[in-house]
């Protein structure tokens, strides 16, 4: 996975006059870790962020409202001059409680049910994109920051090595779980790694704020 918009990124890292931003894409959604490097407040508008998968744009969620049923809107993320924000972005319907328990879907199909029409879906999304829109305001300018990230390859694994995504929060506890059955999985190979983002940090003699 690399990121090819607004610029080409292996490391899936992004920077501005005002903000430096880094992403890890996992099989349910993106972790994101953001400062704010400019002098003024900076405000992401997560209410009209959106993310767009396969021509279809939807409402996100993030690490506060992941298991959230209501339909309010996420507040907004306010960052100070040098704040640090890290982060999750998943598709709002992607989570969800079927009635016995919570379900998260992963973000490209990676499962296929053993099923070769299925399993073709997932070969063939080698080249495929999506989009996150992230509308940020600082000061008194808006910008609408449109990330582009393209599947770069795609390898079949077994259940014995894989690994679910260890930031995914436990869900709120509910009674009379059913077990569900296990198809075979495959995965798209996530082929960046995560850099150490606080070395790209800007040096000053403050310490950012991290939450």
Sequence with gaps: MSMVGPE????????DERLMIQFRVDDPGIRFQAQNISANVMKIDWASARIGIHGTSTTIRTMSMFYDTTKMEPASQVLPSL???????????NTYFDGAQWRVNDLLPTTDGNTQAMRNTIMQLVGSTFEIRLPIECGSDVRSYTFSFAVDSVHQISWSDYRPAPWIPAPPPVKNLRPTPLGNLTAVFIA??????LRYMMTVHKTPAVP
């Design 8 to 15: 080409k990124s292996k490391d899936m890292l992004y920077r």
């Design 83 to 93: 704040g640090v924000v890290r982060d999750v972005i998943v598709p709002r319907g």
């Design 192 to 197: 960046v790694g995560f850099l150490g983002f």
